[in-house]
């Protein structure tokens, strides 16, 4: 089984500009304080490190 991470959106997207914008839509998340399981992959952690200001781990 793979192993997943869990990523809260802390801060909102709005005023980003839209590659953010679709980075944090890509990760599933939409609204604030919403927060999505997803599996560790190089890829994840790429976006997840992209956003890094807007979201929480863990």
Do not use: P, Q
Not at 16 to 31: A, H, S, V, Y
Not at 37 to 44: G, K, Q, R
Request: charged letters at 30%; hydrophobic letters at 40%; proline letters at 0%.
């Amino acid at each position: 089984m793979s192993e997943t991470i869990r990523v809260t959106l802390k801060k909102s997207g709005i005023g980003r500009n839209k590659k953010i914008r679709d980075t944090l839509r890509g990760l599933g998340l939409t609204r604030l304080h919403k927060v999505v399981e997803l599996t560790n992959t190089s890829a994840v952690r790429g976006m997840i490190n992209k956003v890094s200001f807007l979201v929480k781990i863990g």
